[in-house]
């Protein structure tokens, strides 16, 4: 049979809510967001946040492929890049901690604002690849919540691309919220002290991320 639209609209239109409401939850990928910014400004969450969306196509791609028969054949590796996932996180806001710790370094210009003294990873892409390919909540969305909004009697191909183009575009958009509210915050601080304690609050959000990733193993 031969359908006018790649999707069902009824299908998609209830896909778009039930994205709507995951986007806007936190989670690893949207409390990195704020981290990010904080740690590193708004350049650095839209770069985040394009390795997060490549992440997300890159599960979109493994779901076209067969995501679920290959979680069922292979349970152990997918635990595996979660667990190693969560322990980068845990290690990038570890980091994060011992720099509230050591405090500010290099000259102190009054009045003016300064960047947090973090060094995180060495790109906010990696990070944010990372922390999206590692991410529990991934899987759950392609092996329990998209395959219901499937339709097997259309081409596959055309209703992921779709279902794409809507789960990305509203991370992208609710994680650079997220994001550019974090780096909003950083660039109010002046004062050294203030800064230590931005410092171990991007720290124990990474960490949260981290547990979060942790507890949907």
Do not use: C, H
Request: proline share 7%.
């Amino acid at each position: 049979m031969t359908y006018a639209l790649p999707v069902d609209p009824e299908r998609y239109a209830a896909f778009l809510g039930v994205m709507a409401v995951l986007a806007v939850t936190p989670g690893p990928a949207n409390l990195f967001s704020i981290a990010n910014g904080m740690a590193r400004g708004r350049r650095a969450v839209v770069v985040g946040v394009l390795g997060m969306s490549l992440a997300t196509l890159v599960w979109f791609t493994a779901a076209a492929l067969g995501l679920g028969a290959l979680v069922l054949a292979f349970p152990a590796a997918f635990r595996v890049i979660a667990v190693g996932g969560a322990l980068y996180v845990a290690w990038l806001g570890g980091k994060a901690l011992w720099g509230a710790v050591r405090g500010p370094k290099g000259s102190e210009v009054p009045g003016r604002p300064e960047r947090p003294n973090l060094t995180l990873g060495r790109s906010a892409f990696f990070d944010g690849f990372m922390v999206q390919l590692a991410n529990p909540k991934a899987v759950l969305f392609f092996t329990a919540v998209l395959p219901p909004f499937l339709d097997l009697g259309r081409p596959l191909g055309p209703q992921l691309a779709l279902f794409a183009l809507a789960t990305i575009g509203m991370d992208m958009i609710t994680m650079n919220a997220y994001g550019l509210g974090g780096a909003a915050l950083a660039r109010r601080m002046t004062a050294p002290g203030f800064r230590r304690g931005f410092d171990a609050a991007v720290g124990v959000l990474l960490l949260a991320a981290a547990v979060l990733i942790g507890l949907r193993l």
